[in-house]
């Protein structure tokens, strides 16, 4: 599968996720979407994320998420939309997996 292709499914997948976060009572907004590969390299170096980061191939998104208002902190607050957004394709994988909790991704490779 092409780049574009994985990078079309996996924005109707946050799309998805989006609507699923609304309908359950929440909000979100977008953290970070994107990363050049001087930032992945940057962080890497600090210990704050690492190189090969799919933020910078466009198959990562972090979301902030609130309820009534209040932002909710912490893994434990996206569980319920970590699972969710893992039942939406094989690829996806939660970051509260792996103490990233606000973050969702496709894996790169099938």
């Given amino acids: 599968m092409r780049l574009s292709e994985k990078q079309a499914i996996f924005a109707a997948?946050?799309?998805?996720?989006?609507?699923?976060?609304?309908d359950s009572g929440y909000t979100c907004t977008f953290g970070e979407a994107f990363r050049t590969t001087e930032q992945a390299e940057w962080n890497a170096k600090r210990g704050i994320g690492i190189r090969d980061s799919l933020h910078c191939i466009?198959?990562?998104i972090d979301l902030n998420l609130f309820k009534?208002?209040?932002?909710?902190?912490?893994?434990?607050?996206?569980?319920?939309f970590g699972?969710?957004?893992?039942?939406?394709?094989?690829?996806?994988?939660?970051?509260?997996?792996?103490?990233?909790?606000?973050?969702?991704?496709?894996?790169e490779v099938a």
């Fill in 58 to 60: 466009r198959l990562a």
């Fill in 83 to 107: 699972e969710y957004w893992e039942t939406l394709n094989s690829l996806n994988r939660w970051g509260g997996r792996f103490s990233d909790g606000n973050h969702y991704e496709m894996k």
């Fill in 68 to 80: 009534d208002g209040v932002y909710c902190f912490g893994s434990s607050s996206h569980k319920q």
């Fill in 13 to 22: 997948n946050v799309a998805k996720l989006i609507l699923h976060i609304n």
